[in-house]
């Protein structure tokens, strides 16, 4: 499954390591450089020409400090535009972004720096992972309902 992926990163090298590891699972990657970027690019693929909204990114990555706007600022003009918009905050302020995620209506989580990029794919890929097996189990529930011979079906029976 290719995901959209919006990346926020101030530090090019690192904002560059996020992309090739991404990108080298066959996700599609944007870089931007700051939180006021971040945001210009959300719009800019978000909203169309008449004026709808769709959810272009699946999932964002946000550095917490930034010039010009922060990841948590940025992140607040997110979720006005989409309020279910997946955000993970990658940062050395771990702490200090758990306590700013209140402001925040759902759908952040916070991965604080350093981590393995392996451990970067797991929070991206997961959700998403977590996400289909339980939709492919519900597929699977009604599909089993409509037979005569209903059996319960649970994520864990899904390989």
């Known amino acids: ?5 919006l990346i926020a990163e101030d530090y090019k090298d690192l904002a560059e390591s996020y992309k090739t ?4 699972r066959g996700h599609e990657v944007t ?6 970027e971040c945001l210009r690019a959300y ?7 008449d004026g709808k909204v769709i959810r272009y990114f ?11 706007m922060n990841g948590i600022d940025a992140a607040k003009e997110i979720q006005k535009i989409d309020p279910n918009q ?4 990658v940062t050395g302020y771990g702490s200090e972004v758990i306590q700013k995620l209140k402001e925040l209506i759902r759908n952040a989580g916070v991965m604080n720096k350093p981590f393995t990029l392996d451990a970067l ?18 597929v699977l529930k009604d599909w089993d309902e409509y037979t005569t011979n209903s059996v319960q079906v649970s994520s864990s029976r899904i390989k």
């Not at 719009?43 to 020409?49: G, V």
């Open 21 to 24: 590891i991404l990108e080298g």
């Open 43 to 49: 719009k800019q693929k978000s909203k169309q020409p």
């Open 86 to 89: 997946k955000i993970i905050f």
């Open 58 to 68: 699946d999932v964002i990555i946000l550095d917490y400090q930034m010039k010009g």
């Open 1 to 5: 499954m290719t995901l959209r992926i």
């Open 31 to 36: 870089i931007t450089s700051d939180g006021i």
């Open 121 to 138: 794919l797991a929070e991206v890929e997961g959700r998403f992972v977590s996400r289909l097996q339980a939709k492919t189990s519900n």
